[in-house]
DNA sequence: GTGGTCTAGACCACA
DNA sequence: GTGGTCTAGACCACG
């Protein structure tokens, strides 16, 4: 899996890592037990400093959706827990999203539309 | 409208301001053409610095969503701009947030739920 | 001439008004010496305070646009001062118009053919 | 590239550099990618607080000229966007000037020389 | 060391 | 009295 990097993006670079390997895993793209590259490896191959890449871990292993392995590896949790909820700070940034929605004309229809989209995203067959 | 500021916050206070009066319009607790506090007022009532205020006010007027006049001071804008979607900040965010519910195990179904509730707040009757 | 306000605007309202009697005279629809409407009239056509009218026309006074007739009348001057070139300011305005012009990528022609269209306004005949 | 104040300026001074630093892009003094001096580095450059760089550098971001980031520091952004035209706001600055021209005189030829003249700045040979 | 945020207090133009 | 600007100085997260 590629990360990409905003140039001048308002996320700080940590986030933005833990972000895309989040995605990765929630549209399959990084599967259960996957190994993930090296702290210093995917520092490297991105092109900033490990301290960065070490901090994203940090959180995803923090979050539980990563292990660090024995053998020095990191890789997906195989069961992430099933909480069957957002946080309550998802809740609030979803409350958000849906009032700017709202205050700009856009259908409660379209809104669920676009949610739809990104629910399928990575599902195959059906 | 009462602006309530959570201590330990990521989110600055000037985006906590903004981010309560964008949901109060959309919510219809502020009314088109209603006033804001004064920054002064606001600053005080809130028990902070006025640049703070003054900061918010100017990113809700930049985004269009309030006007400021040395006459009037400042008012919630008569008519918002009708873009009818989500800027590509907003989108990006939101798949994020799908992103976590489906990690967690939270079905597209429970998601919308979430959605539909935050779309009908405000709304009354018709 | 009727004067029409903008709302949330930056620029202060003594400074709208100057502008658009600017405008009036330069594309004819204030001929020399033609009487402007009083302070006060003017003040109420408008909804603001009779203080901000006389600022604007002591500013236009002062720019040599129009006189203070003895019958307490205001009117356009009849021979403005022709020094066939812009104030130090005006050049500045019009730097900065023109960067901003080529930043965006706009051609040299397009900004002369908007100045023409400007250029012609009020021009009767050709 | 050095930024000069005007003393007694109506101009706020923030505005003043970020109308510098658009000059500079637009003509050739500042490269796409170049590197801005430091908030700080700029604020005593120039003899003003560090809050007042930052606010003119946070004009120019949100307008798309720079990009601010914690590890390069502020640069010229490398893609501006090309939109083709002035802002609303840009086009009534520009139809004000052409009104002040034409009243004192000013011919179009005249005018469209000047015009001229700001677009070749910063052009070299080709 | 960088940008970003915030404070306390001041002054100004505008209306 | 309003919003807008500016200062001097502080603290913070990020890298």
């Not at 895309?20 to 996957?34: C, K, N, T, Y």
């Not at 809740?91 to 989209?117: C, H, P, T, W, Y």
């Amino acid at each position: 899996m590629i990360i990409v990097l905003q140039d001048g993006s308002e996320i700080p670079v940590f986030k933005q890592i833990r972000n895309q390997i989040v995605m990765g895993i929630s549209d399959g793209r990084l599967a259960p037990g996957e190994k993930l590259p090296t702290v210093r490896g995917l520092a490297e191959e991105i092109g900033i400093n490990s301290m960065t890449v070490n901090k994203a871990y940090q959180l995803l292993k923090q979050e539980g959706y990563i292990v660090t392995d024995r053998r020095n590896g990191v890789r997906v949790r195989e069961e992430i827990e099933q909480t069957s909820g957002l946080t309550a700070e998802a809740e609030q940034e979803l409350a958000r999203l849906v009032s700017e929605a709202k205050i700009r004309g856009m259908s409660r229809n379209d809104f669920v539309a676009l949610v739809d989209a990104y629910f399928e995203k990575g599902r195959q067959g059906k």
